[in-house]
């Protein structure tokens, strides 16, 4: 048996270009097969959906507010199915998606109480970002390297301050995941695979004819830190 983690999802509460609400996803990616996923919206230096005027625990509170609706569905949802607190159960966790001068980074490793003791976060650059998270002993992948689009004025890589690469993304163009998947090869990276959903339909419909991907395992993971040190040990498989 395998268990599939999509890695990359973006929810309505967090992200200004999500247009489903967190808690939407958990029973669709259940039916799918899924064991869980991850809450990736954009922080605050991309194209988050929480106004920039409030205080830093507001916007922390809003931030983190998909996630938790999430987590608190995927609580009845294990519930209903009988299967909480065993392995089987479906697992929410809680991630960021962070920006700089048009590229991105998904992070796996700081919480909400780490980002409501630390406001300096956002004004990090990409290299600061990388030292915290490995001060938590977190996870930093640079997410669809090679992407291009009207928006993003150019590409950067850092190969310096990355733990690893998605090279499979469902919304980019079959060259740029081959560009990053190549790239990865050529420093061998960690890699991951995530579908960078922002509607639940792309999930259940297919919209668009672009399949939802995301990372597999032989074991569940167990907690968040689990699948840190799995993709770090180059563990896990490309849903492809």
């Not at 489903?20 to 990616?29: G, K, L, N, T």
């Not at 392995?87 to 048009?102: A, R």
């Not at 689009?149 to 733990?163: K, L, V």
């Amino acid at each position: 048996m395998k268990y599939k983690y999509e890695t990359h999802l973006h929810t309505s509460q967090g992200s200004a270009c999500g247009s489903s609400m967190a808690e939407d996803y958990v029973y669709p990616y259940y039916e799918a097969g899924y064991s869980g996923f991850f809450v990736t919206d954009h922080f605050f230096g991309g194209n988050t959906a929480v106004p920039r005027d409030l205080d830093w625990t507001s916007r922390i509170n809003l931030y983190c507010s998909g996630y938790e609706k999430a987590l608190e569905t995927a609580k009845k949802l294990n519930t209903e199915k009988n299967i909480l607190n065993t392995p089987d159960e479906f697992k929410v966790f809680f991630g960021i998606e962070q920006t700089f001068q048009g590229d991105d980074y998904l992070i796996y490793g700081l919480s909400k109480e780490w980002l409501l003791k630390h406001p300096e976060f956002e004004r990090m650059n990409q290299t600061e970002v990388f030292e915290a998270v490995n001060m938590n002993n977190g996870l930093m992948i640079q997410a669809h390297p090679f992407r291009l689009r009207g928006y993003i004025q150019a590409i950067h890589i850092h190969p310096r301050d990355i733990h690893g690469i998605e090279i499979l993304n469902a919304g980019n163009a079959p060259e740029e995941n081959e560009l990053a998947e190549h790239y990865a090869k050529i420093y061998n990276f960690p890699v991951t695979a995530g579908s960078d959903i922002h509607h639940v339909n792309k999930l259940i419909n297919g919209d668009g004819g672009i399949p939802v991907t995301g990372m597999e395992f032989d074991k569940p993971l167990l907690n968040l830190q689990d699948y840190v040190e799995r993709i770090k040990n180059h563990q896990g498989s490309i849903i492809r």
